[in-house]
Structure formats: C-alpha cells, structure tokens
C-alpha cells in the first residue's frame, strides 16, 4: 500500500509542476494574497517553462562532465597503478568545495563573461566531489570474493571493471550524482546573478520588487524539480541494486 501512495504522491507533484508550468495563470488567485498591491502574482517577464527548461539544461550540462570526470579518476586511483594519486584527486575534486558559489561567480565572469558559463563552472566544480567519493566507495567495496572469482574465470582488468565492479558499483554512484545533481539545482538559482537563464530570475525579480508572489513560485518550483529528480535517480539506483 505503502508504495502505492508513494506513486501516487511522486504522479501528482509532477503533474502539479507541469500544469503550472503550462497554465501558470491557473493558480494566480492562488498567488495573488503573497503580491503587492497592484502587482503580478504570475512572473510574466519571461516564460515560466522557458525558464525551468534553461535552468535544467544548465544542471545537466554541468554535472555530466562532472560524473566523466569524478569516475574517471575514482577508478584511476582505485587501481595499484593510480593508488599514488588518490590524495591529488581528492584535492583536486575539492576546490569546488573551497570557495562558495558566489565566488566562482564573481571569478568567472571576468574570465568567460555574463551568461551561462560562470554558473557552469561553479555547478561543475561542486558536482565534483560527491560523486568522486560516492564512485571510490562503491568501487573499493567490491567484496574481494566476488573480485577473485571474476579473475579466476579469466576476465582481464578492463572486463573485470566494466563487467563486475562498476555494475555493483553503480547504486553507490548514482548516491552521489543524486547529491550532486539536487546541490547544482539549487545553486543554479544564483546564476540568474550574472544573466544566466534559469529560475533564480524568477527570484531575483520578486526580491527587487518585493514581491512574495514571484519568491515563491521560483522558490517552490526549484524545490519541487529537486524532489523529483533525487526520487527518481532514487528508483534507478534502487532498481540497478536490486539487478545487481
């Protein structure tokens, strides 16, 4: 039964975003007590849709090269050969973590300019390190039973990663692209800072107008794609380990 609400619950949030989405003017009188007096409770400078589609284009193109890279090197130093590196990966995968947002931000923009490329560098380097450690827990936790019998049946190295290790793996690093992909989500609302496209516009506007309404609806819908998007990587993972 348990499963059967849950469902039903994951249906109506994703039906909700999209309907709203779609028809945003549906739910002004919904909006309109938290809007000044005379003002818009639907953001109506841009595309709600429009908007939400950037902002998630933005994430993805971030964190993809941010998993290639965080596993490359997880399985680079959980080899004997790469073992030597694991402390220069872990200091490299955590420069994201050493400064805040708004500083690559503000480091970026002089070198690549306004738009969408500082907030893909600050989404990339703070996707890094989660899935790094995520991808060299799971790897590393190969029972080494399971790991003899792959090399006693004659598999080479690269047979033994790609056709034992990583799948049994996988479940741990889909943990942490999760991680990653619900901290790039929420921090790509302060993209909007240096004229990249995304939901944070939506904020910013309600904040500089100091209207609620738009607060909220930028806030509510960065919160509800990040709920959606971790319970379904979620099911993956469940369903890889139940594979595995």
């Known amino acids: 039964m348990s499963a059967v609400v849950a469902a039903a619950l994951r249906f109506a949030l994703v039906a909700l975003v999209l309907a709203f989405l779609l028809v945003p003017d549906a739910f002004a009188p919904l909006l309109a007590p938290f809007a000044p007096p005379g003002g ?6 841009a595309s709600l849709l429009a908007l939400t589609v950037s902002h998630l284009l933005i994430v993805v193109a971030a ?12 399985i680079l130093v959980s080899r004997p050969i790469g073992a030597e590196f694991l402390p220069l990966s872990r200091a490299i995968v955590n420069i994201g973590q ?7 931000l ?22 890094l ?16 039973a399971v790991a003899e019998a ?13 056709q034992v290790e990583l799948p049994l793996a996988l479940p741990v690093i889909l943990e942490g692209v999760r991680i990653s992909l619900v901290i790039a989500l929420s921090t790509a609302t302060i993209g909007s800072t240096v004229a990249a496209k995304g ?18 609806q930028g806030g509510l819908l960065t919160g509800a794609l990040a709920v959606i998007l971790y319970d379904g990587l979620g099911q993956v993972a469940r369903l890889t380990a139940r594979r595995g």
């Open 199 to 216: 939901l944070g516009e939506v904020i910013i506007a309600g904040l500089n107008s100091n209207n609620l309404a738009f607060v909220l």
């Open 106 to 127: 503000a480091l970026a923009v002089p070198v690549v300019g306004f738009g969408a490329w500082p907030t893909l560098i600050a989404l990339f380097l703070y996707g």
């Open 98 to 104: 050493t400064f805040p947002p708004v500083a690559v």
């Open 150 to 162: 792959a090399r006693g049946s004659g598999m080479t190295g690269p047979q033994r990663l790609l």
């Open 63 to 74: 964190i993809v090269p941010a998993v290639a890279i965080s596993v490359g090197l997880a």
């Open 129 to 144: 390190l989660p899935v790094f450690e995520n991808a060299l827990a799971g790897l590393t936790g190969v029972p080494p």
């Open 40 to 45: 818009a409770a639907i953001y109506d400078r």
